[in-house]
């Protein structure tokens, strides 16, 4: 039986909507399996962690409205 083997860009595609998901999810497993042979990916995620952690270390900056607004319609967001 031949196992399905996720390709990196698949795996950076989903990083990140899987990241809330539960542990035990097939789509998980797939990634965990992809991440212990891949050390590329590996430092992708690392990385992003790092990223999520210092972010979450640091006060939340006053942000004016007006910029505020502009930047959330450069990144296409709404608030």
């Known amino acids: ?7 990196c ?3 950076l595609d989903h990083i990140c909507n ?7 999810s097939r789509k998980c497993q ?3 399996r992809h ?6 990916c590996t430092a992708y995620l690392d990385s992003l962690k790092k990223t999520i952690r210092l972010y979450a270390t640091y006060p939340h ?3 004016p409205a007006k910029n ?6 450069v990144l296409k967001l709404s608030e």
């Open 30 to 32: 797939e990634i965990r």
């Open 9 to 11: 860009s698949s795996v």
């Open 1 to 7: 039986m031949r196992t399905k083997t996720l390709k």
């Open 35 to 40: 991440l212990a042979r891949c050390p590329n």
């Open 68 to 73: 505020r607004k502009k930047l959330l319609a």
């Open 18 to 24: 899987e990241l809330d998901t539960k542990i035990s």
């Open 61 to 63: 900056p006053h942000v």
